[in-house]
């Protein structure tokens, strides 16, 4: 992510690792963050995360450092917060929504991210929602 001077302290911490090509602003305990996880295990595609959630960013409120930050960059306040190549993609609906346009896979090839083809990945991404989300228009099944 990218931001204009001064940079807050997490925006400059994000902005760091944009090293890794595909990134996210996430939550241990979110299932729309362990959709996204999933659809990008099934295609191969590496990932680093920020777990604004998780214990190490306990220590001077740095969980919340990180979602104030990436709100400031994306202007949307749910997780996971999808980046690819520093670029704002969306959040796991969208990715979902632009994997099944045949949006998302040029981005990810262009950011060199396509690993042997995707897996040869041809489902729906709309398996890896939660299960209580069974009745989305999305969904195929």
Not at 22 to 42: H, K, N, P, R, Y
Request: some cysteine; overall charge neutral; charged content about 20%.
């Amino acid at each position: 992510p990218h931001c204009a001077a001064p940079c807050h302290p997490a925006q400059r911490r994000l902005r760091a690792q944009d090293e890794c090509r595909q990134q996210g602003g996430s939550m241990v305990a979110c299932e729309f963050c362990w959709t996204i996880f999933g659809l990008l295990d099934a295609i191969g595609v590496p990932y680093k995360t920020v777990n604004i959630d998780a214990f190490e960013y306990a220590k001077e409120n740095q969980g919340n450092q990180y979602r104030a930050a990436l709100s400031s960059v994306t202007s949307i306040n749910t997780f996971p917060q999808i980046f690819i190549d520093g670029a704002f993609v969306g959040g796991a609906a969208d990715a979902c929504i632009m994997w099944k346009k045949g949006e998302l896979q040029p981005i990810l090839e262009k950011a060199g991210l396509k690993v042997e083809n995707f897996n040869g990945y041809d489902g729906d991404p709309f398996e890896f929602l939660p299960k209580w989300m069974s009745q989305n228009p999305q969904r195929s099944k």
